[in-house]
C-alpha cells in the first residue's frame, strides 16, 4: 500500500504515502513522505497470562449469548484476534466501537485501558458490557440510517463474525458505518474464507453451507448468508470507498466444534500452507476518497 520504504536504522523507516509495516505495526502517516520513528514493541506474547486470567473471569460465564462450552472452544479465536490488532498502531487509550456481541471490546478494556463502546441488534445481552463499564447501543447494520445513530466517532470499529451474518452486500454496511470512522481510523473485521476447506469438501459433496438467504424479521438470528473471498472481501471495500491496508488468510484459531470437526481439522492442516484454503480473513481498512468502482 505505499510507494516505497527504506529503514535507515532498526527504528526509523522512511515511507512513501505515510503507511509501513515496521516492527510489527501498522502507521497511518499524513503526509506524501513521512520518517516514522517507532519503539519496538513488547511481544503480545507476554501478556497471554492475563488474557487467560481475563477471558475466564469475563468471557465464560459472563452470560454472553453463546455458551459456556462456545466460548470455551473459541479462546484461541479472539487470542489470534487480539495478536492481529497488535499490528496496528492505536492511541493509548483508543476510542473503539465493536458491532457485535462486545467480548473483543471487553478484552480491549480490561487489557489496555480503551475506552469502548458496543453496537448491537438487541440490548438483551447488554449486562455483561455493563459490568466491565462498556456502553451499549442498540445498533442494526440493516438499517440505512445505522450510521446515524451514534453522535460520535472512533479510532477504531471492530467486526468479528458479523459481515457474513448480513443479507446484504458489504460496501453497503461499511458505506453505513464508515462516517463513524475517524480521518486516521481503522476498520477491523474478521470473516470465514469461502475457500476454506471445509466449504470445499461440503460443495463437492453437495452440501448446503449457507443460510438461507432472506431478510430477518424482528429478533431473527441468521446463519451465515455470505462468505466472500479475499479478493471479493477486497472489492467490496473499496466499492464502500475504504482502504485495505492489512488482508490476510488465516486460520483464526479454529479448532472445531465437535470431537469429529477437530480431528479432521488436525487430518487435514498439512493442507494450510496453501493460505487460499484457510479458515478465516483478517482485514484492516481506513477510509478515502470514494475509489473506483471497476472491477
Not at 458505518?177 to 460443495?203: D, Q
Not at 466499492?239 to 492489512?246: D, H, I, S, T
Amino acid at each position: 500500500p505505499f510507494t516505497s520504504a527504506k529503514r535507515i536504522s532498526p527504528r526509523v523507516v522512511i515511507v512513501d504515502f505515510g503507511i509501513s509495516y515496521s516492527d510489527q505495526l501498522l502507521f497511518l502517516g499524513s503526509g506524501s513522505q513521512s520518517v516514522v520513528e517507532l519503539e519496538v514493541p513488547k511481544s503480545i506474547d507476554a501478556i497471554r497470562p492475563r488474557f487467560d486470567e481475563v477471558y475466564g473471569s469475563y468471557i465464560i460465564g459472563g452470560g454472553f449469548f453463546e455458551t459456556d462450552a462456545y466460548y470455551k472452544n473459541e479462546r484461541e479465536r479472539y487470542w489470534r484476534s487480539l495478536e492481529l490488532l497488535s499490528r496496528i498502531y492505536l492511541p493509548s487509550p483508543a476510542r473503539i466501537l465493536e458491532i457485535g456481541g462486545g467480548q473483543m471490546a471487553v478484552l480491549r478494556k480490561v487489557l489496555f485501558g480503551d475506552r469502548c463502546t458496543v453496537g448491537d441488534i438487541s440490548p438483551r445481552y447488554a449486562t455483561p458490557l455493563q459490568k466491565a463499564g462498556i456502553e451499549h447501543v442498540v445498533l442494526n447494520l440493516m438499517d440505512s440510517d445505522a450510521g446515524k445513530k451514534l453522535n460520535d466517532q472512533f479510532d477504531l470499529i471492530i467486526l468479528l463474525e458479523v459481515i457474513e451474518h448480513i443479507p446484504l452486500p458489504a460496501y453497503v454496511v461499511i458505506e453505513r458505518i464508515k462516517p463513524l470512522i475517524k480521518p486516521n481510523g481503522l476498520l477491523f473485521l474478521t470473516t470465514p474464507n469461502l475457500f476454506r476447506l471445509r466449504n470445499l469438501v461440503r460443495m463437492a459433496l453437495g452440501v448446503e453451507f449457507l443460510d438461507r438467504f432472506t431478510i430477518p424479521q424482528p429478533g431473527q438470528g441468521l446463519g451465515h448468508q455470505l462468505e466472500y473471498s479475499a479478493d471479493h472481501l477486497q472489492w467490496q471495500l473499496t466499492r464502500a470507498g475504504m482502504e485495505v491496508v492489512m488482508l490476510e488468510h488465516d486460520n483464526l484459531g479454529a479448532r472445531g466444534h465437535s470431537i469429529k470437526a477437530r480431528f479432521a481439522r488436525k487430518l487435514l492442516s498439512p493442507l494450510d500452507f496453501r493460505p487460499k484454503w484457510r479458515n478465516g480473513l483478517a482485514l484492516a481498512a481506513r477510509p478515502v476518497g470514494r475509489a473506483s468502482l471497476d472491477r
